[in-house]
């Protein structure tokens, strides 16, 4: 991807408001410093000597604390909203943004928009939660989200629009992933065709860590934590039967990262298959003739797969979407599990598979420590944002800072896991399966 993109953030207008926050423009005073506009960094670390410098519009902008607001904090009606499946940290960012908004900078009327765009819908007829520091202290300590959420709706922008007019919202804080970011700029489109000056600020939810630019996604460590469990698990019973086989499936339905670091992490899966690596089932190079070798040689295997891998084989209907606009999958894992099983029958030989899969286990779990601080750190910075007057435009780190990012270029396509490249070499170097699974073509 070249340097030519465009990461120019959206401002709704001047900023004359002074900020309340204690900080200095001072160095060396040990305080923290307000962060202007013309402070960047660039997205891609790797670059050539040429000589030439960089457009304004080609660097990132640095997140953090504005000197100058557009929002008087005293005027503010804040509404946060978590879209989609869940994911560990939800409940973190939303406590980050009301702990935020309320404590540094006075911000008084927050409303947690309940289950999703859905809870602007009318026919819902849901209450919105009214949200505080007392609301919020604990809910770190739980998993998926307060204000409950759901898939679809974004959609209905003109709807979502007019819900927000009634509410006197000035600020939107869109937590979900890319069809809510999506929805998100369809509503900033709108509020902006209407002449309505409502930031719109994403923190982008996407466990399976795929958003384009970005150093990780919040969530990520801690599936990845959790998914280690499970392959443990899977190799203590394979570890434990003749010709024993566990099959874990993953989160992941476009990239494989999810699967590819917990066979990193663990060092106890022989076979990581993920949707950017393709692989046959059948033939003298499929998976089934390379499980039949593990199992002669060493009696056990274990396999991780992402929920997104061979869908070329199982599912009828490419074009077929969920609510949230998804490619619906086939479910790999009890295909994988029916074609292991019915591979050895046939050759008589004894087999024993256990499957698992632990996706809305881990889903739905607490944010371990690393994440609970990434997402503490996620909604400071979408607050600061918004209140500077940003707007259609996603929090994330980028090279270690924490910057802001276009909605419109973040949403463009998903990262993934590069199959030539050094994270699956070293995937593959894990678990000693071959760099292909796939048959010889005819020509």
Same mark, same amino acid.
């Given at each position: 991807?070249?340097?030519?993109? =465009?990461?120019?953030?959206? =401002?709704?207008?001047?900023?004359?408001?002074?900020?309340?926050?204690?900080?200095?423009?001072?160095? &060396?005073?040990?305080?923290?410093?307000?962060?202007?506009?013309?402070?960047?960094?660039?997205?891609?670390?790797?670059?050539?000597?040429?000589? =030439?410098?960089?457009?304004?519009?080609?660097?990132?902008?640095?997140?953090?604390?504005?000197?100058?607001?557009?929002?008087?904090?005293?005027?503010?009606?804040?509404?946060?909203?978590?879209?989609? #499946?869940?994911?560990?940290?939800?409940?973190?960012? *939303? %406590?980050?943004?009301?702990?935020?908004?309320?404590?540094?900078?006075?911000?008084? %009327?927050?409303?947690?928009?309940?289950?999703?765009?859905?809870?602007?819908?009318?026919? $819902? #007829?849901?209450?919105?939660?009214?949200?505080?520091?007392?609301?919020?202290?604990?809910?770190?300590?739980?998993?998926?989200?307060?204000?409950?959420?759901?898939?679809?709706?974004?959609?209905?922008?003109?709807?979502?629009?007019?819900?927000?007019?009634?509410?006197?919202?000035?600020?939107?804080?869109?937590?979900?992933?890319? !069809?809510?970011?999506?929805?998100?700029?369809?509503?900033?489109?709108?509020?902006?065709?209407? %002449?309505?000056?409502?930031?719109?600020? &994403?923190?982008?939810?996407?466990? =399976?860590?795929?958003?384009?630019?970005?150093?990780?996604?919040?969530?990520?460590?801690?599936?990845?934590?959790?998914?280690?469990?499970?392959?443990?698990?899977?190799?203590?019973?394979?570890?434990?039967?003749?010709?024993?086989? &566990?099959?874990?499936?993953?989160?992941?339905?476009?990239?494989?990262? *999810?699967?590819?670091?917990?066979?990193?992490?663990?060092?106890?899966?022989?076979?990581?298959?993920?949707?950017?690596?393709?692989?046959?089932?059948?033939?003298?190079?499929?998976?089934?003739?390379?499980?039949? %070798?593990?199992?002669?040689?060493?009696?056990?295997?274990?396999?991780?797969?992402?929920?997104?891998? #061979?869908?070329?084989?199982?599912?009828?209907?490419?074009?077929?979407?969920?609510?949230?606009?998804?490619?619906?999958?086939?479910?790999?894992?009890?295909?994988?599990?029916?074609?292991?099983?019915?591979?050895?029958?046939?050759?008589?030989?004894?087999?024993?598979?256990? $499957?698992?899969?632990?996706?809305?286990?881990?889903?739905?779990?607490?944010?371990?420590?690393?994440?609970?601080?990434?997402?503490?750190?996620?909604?400071?910075?979408?607050?600061?944002?918004?209140?500077? #007057?940003?707007?259609?435009?996603?929090? &994330?780190?980028?090279?270690?800072?924490?910057?802001?990012?276009?909605?419109?270029?973040?949403?463009?396509?998903?990262?993934?896991?590069?199959?030539? !490249?050094?994270?699956?070499?070293?995937?593959?170097?894990?678990?000693?399966?071959?760099?292909?699974?796939?048959?010889?073509?005819?020509?």
């Amino acid at each position: 991807m070249s340097d030519d993109l =465009d990461f120019t953030v959206p =401002d709704l207008g001047a900023r004359t408001v002074r900020s309340p926050l204690a900080f200095s423009l001072s160095s &060396g005073d040990s305080i923290a410093n307000y962060v202007d506009d013309a402070d960047r960094i660039r997205w891609n670390s790797s670059a050539r000597a040429s000589g =030439d410098g960089c457009a304004d519009s080609s660097l990132l902008e640095k997140a953090g604390p504005r000197e100058r607001l557009y929002f008087n904090p005293a005027h503010v009606h804040a509404g946060i909203v978590t879209c989609g #499946g869940l994911c560990p940290g939800l409940n973190d960012v *939303i %406590r980050a943004l009301v702990r935020c908004l309320w404590n540094r900078y006075g911000v008084r %009327r927050v409303s947690g928009v309940r289950f999703g765009y859905k809870g602007f819908l009318p026919e $819902y #007829g849901l209450p919105v939660k009214e949200l505080t520091p007392d609301v919020v202290d604990d809910i770190h300590k739980i998993g998926g989200t307060i204000l409950g959420s759901s898939r679809g709706g974004g959609e209905r922008t003109a709807e979502i629009v007019d819900a927000i007019e009634r509410m006197n919202l000035n600020v939107l804080f869109a937590i979900g992933g890319d !069809g809510t970011q999506k929805g998100a700029m369809a509503i900033a489109d709108e509020l902006d065709r209407r %002449r309505l000056k409502v930031a719109v600020v &994403g923190i982008p939810k996407t466990i =399976d860590n795929d958003l384009l630019f970005v150093d990780r996604s919040f969530g990520f460590e801690t599936a990845v934590e959790r998914a280690s469990d499970a392959v443990t698990a899977a190799h203590a019973e394979a570890h434990s039967s003749i010709n024993g086989v &566990g099959l874990v499936k993953l989160m992941g339905r476009d990239s494989g990262f *999810i699967a590819v670091h917990t066979a990193l992490a663990t060092h106890e899966a022989n076979f990581v298959l993920i949707p950017e690596a393709p692989f046959d089932l059948d033939g003298p190079n499929g998976l089934l003739a390379h499980l039949e %070798r593990r199992l002669q040689a060493r009696n056990h295997a274990v396999i991780v797969v992402a929920e997104g891998a #061979g869908q070329d084989a199982i599912v009828s209907d490419p074009s077929a979407t969920d609510a949230s606009g998804n490619r619906r999958l086939g479910d790999v894992g009890a295909w994988l599990k029916d074609a292991i099983t019915a591979h050895f029958k046939a050759r008589g030989v004894e087999l024993n598979l256990k $499957y698992i899969d632990p996706s809305y286990m881990i889903r739905s779990a607490p944010a371990c420590p690393t994440d609970s601080v990434y997402c503490e750190r996620l909604g400071n910075n979408a607050v600061h944002a918004a209140m500077a #007057g940003k707007t259609r435009v996603l929090i &994330g780190m980028v090279n270690n800072e924490f910057v802001h990012l276009p909605t419109g270029v973040v949403v463009t396509r998903r990262n993934k896991v590069d199959p030539e !490249g050094s994270l699956y070499r070293d995937a593959i170097d894990a678990t000693g399966q071959p760099v292909s699974m796939r048959n010889a073509r005819e020509a």
